[in-house]
């Protein structure tokens, strides 16, 4: 019996030491350099992550089959988003997986179950692609890591991202 003792002790042990640095959310931010919307959601994005990053991973993902990886550095660099780590996604693999179409589009899973949790726009400061709202804005993607670290689950239908179309890839065979 100690021995039974002893050993869930150690697995407890190793499973809660294991566990601690890792994060509980991955955040995905489909982004295009060329694309003024996803340019104009820098500084939302940065505050969510400078704000969230003992919760969450960061990826901006790059969708867009001419992206390369000096492209992407000099994207994030440009706009200090140091904290998003770039995933260039030129066949759109992960892009329909997670089944964004525009950039700026986030979406957050959870890093163990992969369970989508939002999908949606960064902030409300768009209308629409060239029409920005008047007015206070919310950084929606700051409020959704929140409500998830608070314990609530966000709901669909969560609101749309607006931004620039991505373009299909070509899909070879």
Not at 114 to 124: A, E, I, T
Request: hydrophobic fraction near 40%; include cysteine; glycine fraction near 4%.
């Amino acid at each position: 019996m100690k021995y039974l003792k002893n050993s869930i002790l150690v697995i407890l042990f190793l499973l809660t030491h294991s566990l601690a640095g890792q994060q509980a959310y991955d955040v995905y931010v489909f982004v295009a350099e060329e694309c003024p919307i996803s340019i104009y959601m820098a500084k939302p994005l940065r505050e969510a992550a400078k704000t969230y990053r003992e919760v969450a991973n960061f990826y901006a993902v790059f969708p867009v089959a001419t992206s390369t990886a000096q492209s992407a550095q000099s994207f994030l660099s440009k706009y200090e988003l140091t904290a998003w780590e770039a995933k260039l996604d030129p066949r759109q693999q992960l892009t329909r997986r997670l089944e964004a179409t525009v950039t700026p589009e986030v979406v957050i899973v959870d890093s163990a179950t992969r369970q989508v949790y939002y999908r949606g726009r960064v902030s409300n400061a768009y209308a629409a692609p060239g029409k920005m709202r008047h007015g206070e804005r919310t950084n929606d993607l700051r409020t959704m890591l929140r409500r998830l670290e608070e314990g609530h689950i966000p709901t669909a239908p969560w609101p749309a991202a607006v931004g620039c179309f991505i373009t299909a890839a070509k899909q070879e065979g």
